[in-house]
């Protein structure tokens, strides 16, 4: 069954049709700038990328380019769209609502509309993707896959914030968590590579991304991750804080005369590395040139970021009573290998036996980076979310 995994934002719409047999992509591409003027990209597996400029008014519009650049006689993967046997939608937030996939119907909408408030940028995008493909695609079955919806087994311990428990039962604010499906997928791989059972292992995922986020991973279960109620929380991330003293934003907002949207903008867009590097960049590629040339402010920026990681690994060691593996993923994650050095320096006294000779220019390729007999094991394990997304729409439809 060939499945096509749609990621919804509000102005763009990255999209993959996957052959969920082989596993294999048919054909990617984005559309960017909807609601502005319009970019269209597509590839078919094997063929040149395509550009080019595209009305697209609304997401409507972006998903009949999508699905007519599939089906098309030159550039097309499918004869027709009844070759496409289900669609799988990015959702990012399903709350206390959604503890796995679900097939989506309209009491499903409703449930998810009713967490937009905890994701009011990107679960509206979701369900825009999804209202567009079913006016296109009718009686195509779709698929929600939640970035949430791995962490629903968290224990109380761990997903309440240390705050009145009325806000937790007037507005649900406690820990949700996200990179769900990343860090189920990547934990899951690791096993099989481990050939170890999934439910007797204790591994920390380490989703490092411009995004970034550390799961503790208990016999198959997410007991704890270090993003909260929002992606705002944790380690300190491109150009997200993470954990702060929370009296700080009054401080600044007081010195600086911000308002509380000012002050979210801060957190959210000026700070993490690109803040601490006074504004430099948000990309490691940026800062690891800029600190190799003897930029101070990327040298910390670097330190910050990695001596975060490693505190977060040794709380989930100490949440899980020890660490059997631990897992490096995403942009920063697969490539970057200073970052990946600077972590696990830290580790020696869990048992780490870091190979760095091993490490040293590895980018994007699944690799263990621990010595034969490092009591704790170190992976490089390339996620793929579409993926991901694809077997879980073909488990549920099938
Ligand atoms: P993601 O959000 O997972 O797509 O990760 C994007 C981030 O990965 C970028 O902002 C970079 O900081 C980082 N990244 C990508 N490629 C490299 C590389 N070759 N070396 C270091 N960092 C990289």
Known sequence: MNVLVINCGSSSLKFQLIDAESEKVMAKGICERIGIDGQFTYQPAGGEKEKSAKPMPTHTEAIQYVLEALTNDKTGVVSSLDEIGAVGHRMVHGGEKFA???????????????????APLHNPANLIGVEACEKLMPGTPMVGVFDTAFHQTMPARAYMYGLPYEYYEKYKVRRYGFHGTSHSFVSKRAAEVMEKPYDQLKTIVCHLGNGASVTAVLNGKSVDTSMGLTPLEGLVMGTRSGDIDPAIMEFIAH???LDIDGMMKVLNKDSGVYGISGGLSSDFRDLTDASLAGDKKAQTAMEVFSYRVAKYIGAYAAAMNGVDDIVFTAGIGENDDI????????????????DEEKNKGLRGKEEEL??????????????????AIARETMALVK
Not at 339 to 354: D, H, I, K, T
């Open 339 to 354: 970052v990946r050095s600077q972590v696990c320096s830290y580790l020696g006294y869990l048992g780490v036996e870091f």
């Open 100 to 118: 796995s996939s679900v097939v989506i119907t309209e009491e499903v909408k409703k449930a998810v509309e009713e967490c937009n408030e905890l």
């Open 370 to 387: 621990s010595k034969p007999g490092s009591k704790v094991r170190v992976f490089v394990i390339p996620t793929n979310e579409e993926l």
């Open 255 to 257: 010195k600086e005369g």
